[in-house]
T-cell receptor, first 115, second 111 residues
Framework: EAEVAQSPRYKITEKSQAVAFWCDPISGHATLYWYRQILGQGPELLVQFQDESVVDDSQLPKDRFSAERLKGVDSTLKIQPAELGDSAMYLC?????????????FGAGSRLTVL | SQQGEEDPQALSIQEGENATMNCSYKTSINNLQWYRQNSGRGLVHLILIRSNEREKHSGRLRVTLDTSKKSSSLLITASRAADTASYFCATLRDSNYQLIWGAGTKLIIKP
């Protein structure tokens, strides 16, 4: 079964350092999402791409976070500089809107710990 | 932003019992989806119910939707230890096709 690939699975970094996460969505899925999930809470949308274009980044802290999907396939989420409050799970998901249902397939996530 | 609400926040039951969790939402929806998340992992889609449907079944899962009350429930019958996870509802808004997530129900199945 097709999967959404994410790396790294775990990242420990010190505050003020730069961090990057990578995501490879399901082949053919035009829509890609980056979510942040704090322990015990639901996913919070950071950015949504349709192909290579940003559809929604209203909740992305743009002073330190950036995201790109240059060729409309895989994507990178970067944090610079990392802060203690960025410790969370970063989830990537993809979907195809062709069915009209918008069911998401998630990757396993990248757990970030900022010391 | 999270606009869905789930209750209870946590539920602990004996293996073999049924588990029911509820989701309420605020806006008009296209569909409502339930996802499961095992500890430290990504979310997995379980079941989707469209706004014109009232009930749906998938294996041991039963979902109901009451659009007049803006609420849904997920029933897991004959629970197993492997059902231990967090369960999230997500509503697809009609207006902008955005998914709105709840805060989740943490389900613990005791052997």
């Amino acid at each position: 079964e097709a999967e959404v690939a994410q790396s790294p699975r775990y990242k420990i970094t010190e505050k003020s350092q730069a961090v990057a996460f990578w995501c490879d969505p399901i082949s053919g899925h035009a829509t890609l999402y980056w979510y942040r999930q704090i322990l015990g809470q639901g996913p919070e949308l950071l950015v949504q791409f349709q192909d290579e274009s940003v559809v929604d980044d209203s909740q992305l802290p743009k002073d330190r976070f950036s995201a790109e999907r240059l060729k409309g396939v895989d994507s990178t989420l970067k944090i610079q500089p990392a802060e203690l409050g960025d410790s969370a799970m970063y989830l990537c998901a993809s979907s195809s809107l062709r069915s009209g249902a918008n069911v998401l397939t998630f990757g396993a996530g990248s757990r970030l710990t900022v010391l | 932003s999270q606009q869905g609400e789930e209750d209870p926040q946590a539920l602990s039951i004996q293996e073999g019992e049924n588990a029911t969790m509820n989701c309420s939402y605020k806006t008009s929806i296209n569909n409502l989806q339930w996802y499961r998340q095992n500890s430290g992992r990504g979310l997995v889609h379980l079941i989707l119910i469209r706004s014109n449907e009232r009930e749906k079944h998938s294996g041991r899962l039963r979902v109901t939707l009451d659009t007049s009350k803006k609420s849904s429930s997920l029933l897991i019958t004959a629970s197993r230890a492997a059902d231990t996870a967090s369960y999230f509802c997500a509503t697809l808004r009609d207006s902008n096709y955005q998914l709105i997530w709840g805060a989740g129900t943490k389900l613990i199945i005791k052997p």
